[in-house]
């Protein structure tokens, strides 16, 4: 603390990211990461663009990326922004589009940025409870809002939110915006991004942290209505007018070019969470319907902090969130490699029968 801060900084409370150990031979299952590497492709694309030309500035426009991602997803390229990490853009879209009178909505239970967000920027939100079930029920959000967010799947707990639901949502909320956090939909949830078409109030975010296996690279983008995309441009370039480097908006538009490796390596991620699911639920675990690259499990005779602990110590680190308590007994477990979820299933089964 210092005398020196601006009065706003003592009221944040920041975000806590996961834990990225430097500890070697690690079993990492805590910040969902892809256990796949990048495409060949993103990589020779990196190679190439390793150049004389990085003494320039990159686009700002981010041109080349923007038209890569408005042609994989059927749009126009004004309806595309692009920004450094999903979490950059998403903060872009808290003070551009969901800072009015009325409260922002969502859920209890989440992305816990999204609270950390409306501190920064002093955005008045309510939090909606999950149901019993843990899922998130649409007909609590049909009240008075600033604005509505949500991931679908939700995080931390994966549960999908059917489009059918998203869509009514969309049509009883046409005074405000509904944000759909997309960060996990490529591992099984459906995407919203065929209603943009069709409600001007609905704006989609994606990464390529997670399907795309470039959360080193920090890209990540939203795409709506081109009214809401130009309040996004008018924030950003009233903040950084270069948020994509030169690599990124190389290994963007290559991933999106090798639809045949993404494909595979989702598919892959896929028939692990559920060959998981199976040998977790054999060992008395319960765990939540996932659409995401995680799974949210507990067992009902083990505390989630001492499940942690354990693993720990037999190097494998798993997201245990001690607030809500509602959630305290719940592990977020990342999908693994085969070896790795091997090991993480011996671990479990040695702490068991401990």
């Keep these: 603390m210092s005398k020196f801060w ?30 796949y590497g990048p ?21 700002p426009d981010s041109s080349r990326m923007k038209a890569a991602i408005a042609e994989y997803h059927g749009l126009q390229t004004n309806q595309v922004f692009v920004g450094n990490g999903s979490d950059e853009v998403l903060a872009h879209i808290f003070q551009a589009l969901l800072k009015h009178d009325l409260p922002l909505l969502f859920p209890d239970i989440t992305y816990s940025f999204y609270p950390v967000y409306c ?4 955005i008045q939100y309510e939090t909606v409870p999950l149901n019993a079930r843990f899922e998130i029920a649409i007909d609590d959000y049909l ?50 991004v065929a209603l943009i078409s069709r409600y001007p109030n609905l704006l989609v975010t994606h990464t390529y942290s997670k399907s795309r296996s470039l959360a080193g690279l920090r890209i990540g983008y939203a795409v709506g209505d081109a009214g809401l995309i130009e309040a996004l441009i008018r924030v950003k370039d009233s903040f950084n007018s270069y948020p994509i480097d030169r ?19 989702r598919q892959q991620v896929i028939a692990a969470r559920e060959q998981l699911v199976d040998d977790l639920q054999a060992l008395g675990f319960e765990v939540l319907p996932s659409g995401a690259n995680f799974i949210f499990a507990r067992h009902p005779q083990y505390a989630g902090e001492q499940l942690a602990a354990g693993l720990r110590e037999q190097a494998v680190i798993v997201r245990h969130f001690k607030k809500p308590a509602r959630i305290s007994d719940f592990l977020r477990i990342t999908i693994g490699n085969e070896s790795q979820n091997l090991a993480l299933i011996a671990a479990v089964k040695s702490l068991l029968q401990a």
């Design 39 to 59: 495409s060949p492709k993103v990589i020779a694309a990196l190679q190439a663009e390793a150049a004389d030309s990085l003494r320039l500035y990159p686009d």
């Design 119 to 122: 501190g920064l920027y002093g």
């Design 6 to 35: 601006s009065p706003i900084v003592h009221a944040l409370t920041p975000y806590v990211p996961g834990e990225q150990p430097k500890i070697q031979n690690l079993i990492k299952l805590n910040t969902n990461e892809n256990p």
């Design 143 to 192: 009240r008075p809002n600033g604005g509505i967010i949500f991931p679908n799947p939700n995080a931390p707990t994966g549960i999908p939110l059917p489009l059918a639901d998203i869509e009514g949502l969309l049509q009883a909320n046409k005074d405000s915006v509904v944000v759909i956090d997309e960060a996990y939909v490529d591992f099984g949830t459906e995407s919203a």
């Design 247 to 265: 690599f990124a908006e190389a290994g963007a538009v290559a991933a999106l070019q090798d639809e045949a490796y993404f494909q595979q390596t």
